[in-house]
């Protein structure tokens, strides 16, 4: 039975080297699930609290620990995390913390997947999910709030759109990534890497454009399938109340619409994250009009993977995509719900690590449980490649 008995949890370190919360969970005949919960810099305004880790582990032994063991059935993930919902007792995790409840949510998904002797992706998505796979979206220049004086955007993406399977996409974003390296080396422009593993020039925008899709170029050219460039602007970062606030230059509403639909023409972007301001709907709605039907635009901190805040999108048509990050709404049910939701709507869903991430592999299974387009999830660096990985392991039945 899948009766939990256990749950267990602890400080560990995230990537940034902060502390986040592990959860363990076992089950009365032995299943057993360990998940840790990833943790953003670029955060959206709307998002479930994420509380210091040793506040949120003391609120959740108080207040979830104990409605959970010996009551709720692990592989009853609705169980669970109404359990975790009804402990908090808040709309956001205040209480808990979202950092718990995402960990304990991941934890016991695993425990029920280690008792059904299947894998996280079977459990979660059925006997018929690990045939198609999510395209990853590997970041390889980046700035903004990952690393200091660097760029103004916060994420220069590849997407390997072309590739026959994602083990050619993940080595693809790789090599994108090298290539970078050799081009700044060419240059003579120093760098180091961001919190994601992108590289982080002190250039201009511009510069880093020239360069990564020349990185591309060459990498397409040696792979033989398309690569196309892609952008999380996190704009919210950028926005002063009235203008986006570049290094050299200031942009209205209007200006940073057109400048962004410029972007996509120039560079034929196949993706565009949060282009403006998470409370412009409208602004959304206006860019998505002109670009929508050549490329994605997907609300991060617009959406915070909520699905009234989804909602409202979808009423105005705010984007065609949202990126869907666990730990930004607390449980996997709520995950769960945002993916069909946009899926019933037309909307990519995009499976997303955050900044700071451990060596947890959840969201790779999240991604081919739900069959998600798309997976943002770094090119580079442990805590990225532990999902980069999984998601070969997955695709060679290994
Ligand atoms: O903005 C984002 O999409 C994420 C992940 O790349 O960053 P953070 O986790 O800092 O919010
Ligand atoms: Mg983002």
Redesign the pocket.
């Known amino acids: 039975m899948t009766l939990v008995t256990e749950v267990r949890l602890r400080r560990v370190l995230d990537s940034r080297g902060n502390p986040t919360v592990e959860a363990e969970v076992t089950t009365e005949s032995g299943g057993f699930g360990r998940a840790a919960a990833p943790s ?4 959206g305004e709307y998002e479930a609290i994420e509380l210091p880790a040793e506040e949120a582990i003391a609120a959740a032994r108080e207040r979830a620990v104990p409605r959970i063991e010996g009551q709720v059935y692990a592989g009853d993930q609705r169980g669970v995390d109404a359990a975790l919902r009804g402990a908090d007792g808040t709309p956001d995790f205040s209480a808990i913390g979202a950092n718990s409840a995402v960990a304990v949510s991941m934890a016991a998904a695993k425990a029920g997947a280690d008792m059904l002797g299947a894998p996280l992706y079977q459990h979660l998505g059925g006997a018929f999910r690990g045939d198609s796979f999510p395209t990853p979206l590997g970041n390889v220049v980046g700035g903004g ?2 690393a200091a004086d660097a760029t103004d955007i ?2 220069f993406l590849a997407a390997p759109v072309g590739a026959p399977s994602v083990a050619d996409a993940v080595f693809a974003n790789a090599a994108v990534h090298a290539a970078v390296a050799d081009l700044l080396a060419e240059r003579d422009i120093p760098a180091a890497k961001g919190d ?1 593993g992108a590289w982080a020039p002190a250039v201009a925008d511009e510069e880093a454009f020239a360069i990564v899709a020349k990185a591309i170029d060459r990498v397409e050219d040696e792979v033989g399938f398309d690569i196309r460039m892609g952008l ?1 602007v ?1 704009a919210a970062e950028l926005y002063d109340g009235e203008r986006y606030v570049y290094a050299d230059t200031e942009r209205t509403t209007d200006e940073q619409i057109d400048y962004i639909a410029g972007l996509v023409e120039d560079y034929d972007l196949a993706y565009v ?1 949060d282009p403006l301001d998470e409370d412009d709907y409208e602004g959304f709605a206006a860019l998505t009009d002109r670009v929508g039907s050549r490329t994605l635009v997907c609300g ?1 901190d617009l959406f915070v993977t909520n699905t009234t805040r989804l909602r409202e999108g979808i009423e105005v048509g705010a984007a065609n995509s949202i ?1 869907v990050k666990p730990n930004q709404i607390g449980t996997l049910s709520d995950t769960f719900d945002a993916i069909e939701l946009a899926r019933a709507n037309g909307y990519d869903p995009v499976v ?4 700071g991430e451990t060596e947890d592999t959840t969201i790779a299974h999240l991604a081919v449980a739900t069959d998600a387009p798309f997976i ?1 999830t770094g090119a580079v660096g442990g805590e990225r490649t532990a999902k980069l990985n999984e998601l070969i392991r997955i695709e060679a039945n290994a």
Do not use: C, F, P, V
């Not at 953003?40 to 955060?43: Q, Y």
């Not at 997303?352 to 900044?355: F, Q």
């Open positions: 953003g810099a670029s955060t709030e990952h916060q994420e994601e999380d996190a994250e991060d990126l997303s690590h955050r900044s943002k």
